[in-house]
């Protein structure tokens, strides 16, 4: 297999899709691929990319200069992948690379894969461009329509290419893994939670992940308050970065902010919470509910189709409308609730365990052969 994979922001940014696009590339290039990676890049980069990675002209987003796009597929570019000779391209983002990238495999008869990673039709209602959706929304299905094969992360998400017109039978399910070593009970530490102002008896619902207006930081702010209201004097532990997080600590200035922490750090700090409040409805997946689970975590989570991949509400987690009063309805639950908290947090466990990303990186390459031997057949048969 030889495969060019094209990415909106490789390692530009350390998030849920660009850290399982890395780990597909070192996966592939264990297996035996070549992989030539293509994406606008940045001086300073979240974490070094695996495989052989080709800088894209690109310009930073307005308002979010942490993201570029790439201006298209320039000449040079087009050249380096005709050299490189892929019998797979794979798109990673609804793009203007991803889209040339889709071009040039046609010219070339080279199978197109992409992967969906973000529900990226629910963004323009949180930064106030919601008269654009109808226009992205028919992006997208062009996008996808236009693959050869689209790799869906969930069910849920299958079922939203079919009503976009992508045929059952050209849709596969890429899921996602969880690393037990890096996400794991064992890694709960009371010193490092004292440390930062909790007693051990307190409970401490947390936060994680990237600090952005979509991930429904105001919604999980309004939650805390609501059950202050109650009576219910949590602190709440918000770890991750992001141009949100000035806005995150004026609405909740008395939430312990912990900053970016990664690896064993990372894992320490989920690990010693003890709810994880997930508000977000734009996940495709829902990576940070699953490694709180992986975690030992009770989780109460907005009920998003890719929350409900992941979680059976009632039994290894705790599923809500998307509404400050609703998630308070289910934390104040966990809270008076230790045997209920428990239950569900052993549960989560349990099911996380099954997220083996060596067993769910290995369909990604039987989706990769099955198209190509889909292809030998038909140039065979014409």
């Known amino acids: 297999m030889r495969i060019a994979l094209f990415s909106g922001n490789y390692n530009c940014v350390r998030d849920g899709a660009n850290r399982a696009l890395n780990r597909l590339v070192d996966h ?26 080709v800088s894209v002209p690109s310009l930073p987003i307005p308002g979010r200069s942490e993201f570029r796009v790439a201006l298209g597929l320039p000449a040079s570019v087009r050249m380096d992948v005709e050299r490189f000779a892929p019998n797979i391209v794979h798109v990673s983002a609804p793009d203007l690379l991803g889209t040339g990238a889709q071009k040039l495999a ?11 990673h973000t529900r990226f039709e629910t963004y323009f209602d949180y930064y106030g461009l919601g008269a654009l959706r109808h226009w992205g929304e028919r992006r997208l299905r062009r996008f996808y329509r236009a693959s050869d094969r689209v790799l869906a992360p969930n069910a849920d998400s299958a079922e939203s290419l079919a009503v976009m017109g992508v045929p059952d039978e050209d849709i596969a399910i890429w899921g996602r893994g969880v690393d037990p070593a890096a996400f794991s009970p064992a890694l709960r530490d009371l010193h490092w939670r004292r440390g930062l102002g909790y007693r051990d008896d307190e409970i401490v619902p947390i936060f994680f992940g990237r600090l952005v207006v979509e991930k429904g930081i105001a919604t999980f702010a309004d939650t805390i308050h609501a059950l202050h209201e109650r009576g219910y004097p949590l602190r709440p532990l918000i770890v991750g970065a992001g141009p949100a997080e000035a806005r995150f600590r004026a609405l909740l200035p008395d939430a312990v902010f912990a900053g970016h922490l990664d690896g064993t750090a990372l894992g320490r700090a989920v690990a010693s919470a003890d709810i994880l409040i997930n508000p977000s409805m734009t996940e495709a997946f829902g990576n940070v509910n699953l490694e709180a689970m992986a975690s030992g975590l009770a989780v109460v989570s907005a009920d998003a189709g890719s929350a409900r991949a992941l979680i059976a509400s009632g039994k290894s987690g705790l599923l809500t409308p998307p509404v400050a009063t609703r998630l308070a309805d289910a934390v104040a639950q966990l809270v008076e609730r230790p045997d209920l908290r428990f239950a569900v947090a052993a549960a989560a466990h349990a099911e996380a365990r099954g997220y ?17 031997g889909t292809r030998r057949r038909t140039s065979a048969a014409a």
């Open 356 to 372: 083996r990303w060596s067993e769910i990186l290995d369909k990604v390459v039987a989706s990769y052969a099955d198209l190509l």
């Open 28 to 53: 592939l290039l264990a297996r035996g691929a070549a992989v030539r990676v293509y994406s606008p890049t940045i001086a300073d980069p979240a974490f070094a990319p695996a495989g052989d990675l």
């Open 106 to 116: 046609r010219r070339l008869g080279v199978p197109v894969v992409a992967s969906l």
